[in-house]
């Protein structure tokens, strides 16, 4: 939990900036001394799926765990989560490693035909909330996330030769997000978003719906 409320802190505070409205022309005021990690407590989980496009690989469909940790302040709320897809590489960018391999190889072109190639992407984040309500129980959100990417190739051309371990990498990956959440019954919520993240040279736009179930009790800061 050490490193998620590191994140939640620092990922928290800086949103904790941005202006709530345009009720007055004065520069927001943030109270660090509101925004503790103590405050944060478990309140609800979520999952959804959505669709992702990620650059040089085929669309693909995400799947993600959320759980809801309340607010670590006025209006910013914390969202670690666990996240899987996978995606055939394009064929075009197939080709050009092929080709880069029998150049430095010295080979002929045609000599090296990797196949089909997989990449499959296990996420661990953690997303800040800067959240807006309504009175008609609809609560409006953009945030930030930071998260841990465990990158993992696979195909039949390339498993258990150099070439794999070259696919397989654990990266750092940034993420901007907005979206919408709405409460259908009393603790029960559905929600969409849209976000784009950055994990080294992929970069991914995305969209993703799904349903949460909040506990009986609200959390500092409801």
């Keep these: 939990m050490t490193l998620v409320k590191g994140l939640a802190i620092a990922i928290g505070v800086m949103l904790a900036g941005v202006p709530a409205g345009a009720q007055e022309q004065q520069p927001p005021r943030v109270d660090l001394a509101e925004y503790d ?15 992702l496009w990620p650059s040089n690989l085929e669309e693909t469909m995400p799947v993600r765990l959320r759980f809801d940790l309340g607010y670590l302040g006025p209006g910013v709320r914390i969202m670690p989560s666990i996240g899987y897809w996978k995606a055939d590489v394009e064929e075009g960018e197939i080709a050009a490693f092929e080709q880069q391999l029998e150049e430095r190889s010295d080979l002929p072109p045609g000599s090296i035909e990797l196949g089909d190639v997989e990449m499959s992407d296990f996420v661990l984040q953690v997303d800040a909330h800067f959240v807006w309500t309504t009175p008609i129980d609809l609560f409006i959100y953009v945030g930030a996330g930071a998260g841990l990417h465990m990158l993992n190739g ?17 990266m750092p990956g940034v993420s901007a997000i907005g979206g919408v959440e709405y409460a259908i019954v009393d603790r029960v919520r559905v929600y969409g978003e849209a976000h784009f993240t950055v994990v080294s040279d992929i970069l991914s736009p995305g969209v993703r719906a799904g349903a949460a179930i909040m506990l009986p009790t609200n959390a500092q800061g409801d």
């Design 37 to 51: 990690y103590e405050n944060l407590q478990f309140r609800g989980v979520g999952m959804d799926i959505g669709r």
């Design 154 to 170: 696979q195909g039949n051309g390339i498993d258990d030769t150099f070439i794999e371990d070259l696919f397989d990498s654990v």
